[in-house]
């Protein structure tokens, strides 16, 4: 054991000399201190920049000119309808119905996320899915608790969008949707998709059911907005349209990818 002192020793004392000849002959051009030789406009206020930057967040678009006029209204609609529509939902409901309402609404997502995670081919996803919907339509009483996420089994959310760009479809142009929001071609036809399956399913008889109430339908829609902490103007630049068109584009690649 005595014999390994001075291979430690040597070792330490070139590691020694090393550091020292590394200290040497780096000089101290500016990568020690990047920033400091920095050049900047200090008169460049935001706006400024964000406009020189616009090239890095250019996204397919031919129907711009549609899109963002689909935007302000839904800008509109959602300052003066939804959400006051919401913040009234939220005073005269209790916090544990509210949660009860949005993994309700949940566990019947949970069915087109198991057909998508099948599609993909996603055996362990689509095996926690399944586990998912047992556990949260009998124990959680129809998907009023969700005690599935308790035992480790979260949602993943999963939709026909995302399964055809798994198998390569192009996203197509960007579509700005009324109320539903940032989209594109492929996701929007996706979404007809996933409402197609949800009915044929009928899980828990809720399609019948929301075809013949459509209160239903508006309440889902009030429950999804109120879960929703997206906020128009929230970005707090006049590119914002810009900026959501990139960040969902972005945002769905790695979806797809995860």
């Not at 020189?52 to 000119?65: K, N, R, V």
């Not at 399956?197 to 309440?219: I, K, R």
């Amino acid at each position: 054991m005595a014999k390994s002192f001075p291979t430690l020793a040597l070792f330490s004392a070139l590691l020694t000399c090393g550091t020292a000849v590394a200290q040497t002959t780096v000089d101290d051009d500016g990568f020690k201190q990047p920033l400091s030789r920095l050049k900047f406009n200090p008169g460049l206020d935001q706006r400024e920049f964000e406009r020189s930057t616009l090239s890095a967040l250019e996204i397919f678009d031919p129907l711009e000119s549609w899109n963002r006029r689909v935007y302000h209204f839904n800008y509109r609609f959602d300052e003066w309808v939804f959400l006051p529509v919401v913040d009234g939902y939220r005073y005269i409901t209790p916090g544990f119905v509210q949660k009860g309402v949005t993994n309700f609404f949940g566990n019947l997502g949970d069915v087109p996320n198991l057909f998508n995670s099948v599609a993909q081919l996603k055996g362990q996803r689509a095996l926690n899915t399944t586990a998912r919907l047992l556990f949260n339509t009998t124990l959680g009483v129809a998907g009023l608790w969700d005690p599935a996420t308790l035992m480790g089994l979260p949602k993943q959310r999963e939709d026909f969008g995302q399964t055809l760009g798994f198998y390569g479809t192009p996203a197509g142009p960007y579509l700005m949707l009324p109320i539903l929001g940032p989209s594109n071609l492929r996701d929007t036809g996706g979404l007809a998709v996933d409402f197609g399956v949800a009915q044929a399913v009928n899980y828990l008889n809720m399609a019948e059911v929301a075809s013949d109430h459509p209160e239903v339908t508006l309440l889902r829609g009030v429950d999804q907005r109120s879960t929703t902490s997206f906020r128009y103007g929230q970005i707090n630049s006049p590119f914002e349209y810009e900026k959501l068109r990139f960040f969902y584009t972005e945002s769905r690649k790695l979806q797809i990818a995860e």
